[in-house]
């Protein structure tokens, strides 16, 4: 089976995409302490997926598992603007925080002395834009490249 110039791109895009975003998640979090919180983590799911059916995507199904692929970034990219309303306080968020607590050793100083992160406080911004805001800004953009691509014969 022939790969078209324009479905070779777009599976490329699919998986570079979810990895580079996911690594700089984790390179934000393990690397410089900005701990996720709830909705930050409802952000990472998704491309965890789009990562999986882009890697299938090289295998069988390209076109599916592509288009597969942009639709779960685009999910991430939405949770992220939903996640960036919620930092900027256009709307109401979730009530709960994540607490970074380790409790191999005593269980209740570990949550007392974890920190809480705030689903409705942004960690850290850029020119006023937040790191939810960055997902929504790449995730869509990624997205609605991959169906460009895909669109293309």
Known sequence: MRISDSLRQARLLALAVPAVLLGGAYISQYG??????EMCWWQRYPHFAALALALGAFAVAPRLLTALAAAAILVSGLIGAYH??????????????????DLSGDPLKAIMEAPLIRCDVAQW????????GFNFLFSTAGALGVFALLRRR
């Open 32 to 37: 410089f302490g900005l701990y996720p919180c």
């Open 125 to 132: 911004t850029l020119l006023g834009v937040s790191l939810a």
């Open 84 to 101: 960036a309303g919620v930092e900027y306080g256009w709307w109401q968020g979730l009530t709960a925080c994540t607490s970074t607590a």
